[in-house]
């Protein structure tokens, strides 16, 4: 039967299977033939083909991968090559924040540049809109300037731009909304509130959230590694419908 990747390490992954059975799997002949050379062979998004075990119903074999829609990935340093993060994505959320950590759209065009020759759709959302307006009419009012003249670039570039909060809950509805019926990825510096954000919208997610370094203002990791979220989406954000479903890779904070 078929199954989807949602988390895995190694040579042991978890797939949600067909029949709706979660079984830990490792790869059938420890080899999963694919056109590129990864570190990592499977990544959570990815449709698989599993053997269930015949003794033990929740343990199986990944016979063989799917052909992928699409990928995200990082370079990984120990292993030379192309780590991969996420697969069969709909949308790359990319996360990130006008402080706290500081706001860095360097990182942001990287991840653009890749999410075009993915040919995956880019949205950018700056969580932690609140420090941003406390900015205005202060001392710092040239920094907020700053940042919005960048995001309004990238609006005029024709990407999809949200200013929001996890905090506040502005602009929380319109991300939701955006995300129902989606398979996405959250990519972002360690510290933009990735985990915070989908907090937010699934109040049964209780999701780890870390503080900043006092020292450097940046964030510490908190996820370590991929995992796709199946998230009910809370029914406040969604006109008090419930039963409305999102699906989320929260991928490792990337310093």
Same mark, same amino acid.
């Given at each position: 039967?078929?199954?989807?990747?949602?988390?895995?390490? *190694? *040579?042991?992954?978890?797939?949600?299977?067909?029949?709706?059975?979660?079984?830990?799997? !490792?790869?059938?002949?420890?080899?999963?033939?694919?056109?590129?050379? =990864? $570190?990592?062979?499977?990544?959570?998004?990815?449709?698989?083909?599993?053997?269930?075990?015949?003794?033990?119903?929740?343990?199986?074999?990944?016979?063989?991968?799917? #052909?992928?829609?699409?990928?995200?990935?990082?370079?990984?340093?120990?292993?030379?090559?192309?780590?991969?993060?996420?697969? *069969?994505?709909?949308?790359?959320?990319?996360?990130?924040?006008?402080?706290?950590?500081? =706001?860095?759209?360097?990182?942001?065009?990287?991840?653009?540049?890749?999410?075009?020759?993915?040919?995956?759709?880019?949205?950018?959302?700056? *969580?932690?809109?609140?420090?941003?307006?406390?900015?205005?009419? !202060?001392?710092?009012?040239?920094?907020?300037?700053?940042? #919005?003249?960048?995001?309004?670039?990238?609006?005029?570039?024709?990407?999809?731009?949200?200013?929001?909060?996890?905090?506040?809950? #502005?602009?929380?509805?319109?991300?939701?909304?955006?995300?129902?019926?989606?398979?996405?990825?959250?990519?972002?510096?360690?510290?933009?509130?990735?985990?915070?954000?989908?907090?937010?919208?699934?109040?049964?997610?209780?999701?780890?959230?870390?503080?900043?370094?006092?020292? $450097?203002?940046?964030?510490?990791? !908190?996820?370590?590694?991929?995992?796709?979220?199946?998230?009910?989406?809370?029914?406040?954000?969604?006109?008090?419908?419930?039963?409305?479903?999102?699906?989320?890779?929260?991928?490792?904070?990337?310093?």
């Amino acid at each position: 039967m078929n199954g989807t990747v949602i988390a895995g390490t *190694n *040579n042991l992954f978890t797939v949600e299977c067909a029949d709706d059975v979660i079984r830990n799997c !490792t790869i059938k002949g420890k080899v999963i033939k694919t056109d590129k050379e =990864f $570190y990592n062979p499977i990544a959570p998004g990815d449709i698989v083909e599993v053997e269930p075990d015949p003794i033990n119903d929740d343990k199986g074999q990944i016979t063989s991968l799917d #052909e992928r829609k699409n990928t995200f990935l990082r370079w990984n340093v120990k292993g030379r090559c192309p780590q991969l993060l996420a697969s *069969n994505l709909d949308y790359l959320i990319l996360v990130t924040t006008p402080d706290e950590p500081p =706001f860095r759209p360097r990182f942001t065009d990287r991840a653009l540049a890749q999410a075009e020759h993915q040919g995956i759709t880019p949205i950018i959302v700056c *969580n932690k809109w609140d420090l941003a307006e406390k900015m205005q009419n !202060t001392d710092r009012q040239k920094e907020f300037e700053e940042i #919005e003249k960048r995001l309004s670039i990238w609006e005029d570039l024709g990407y999809k731009v949200l200013r929001i909060s996890a905090k506040t809950g #502005e602009g929380m509805i319109q991300f939701a909304e955006l995300l129902e019926d989606h398979l996405c990825a959250f990519v972002g510096q360690s510290g933009v509130g990735k985990s915070s954000l989908i907090n937010v919208m699934d109040n049964s997610c209780v999701l780890k959230t870390g503080s900043l370094s006092k020292k $450097y203002g940046r964030g510490n990791h !908190t996820t370590t590694k991929g995992t796709l979220i199946h998230l009910t989406l809370n029914e406040s954000l969604m006109e008090g419908v419930q039963g409305r479903k999102a699906n989320i890779i929260d991928t490792p904070g990337i310093r």
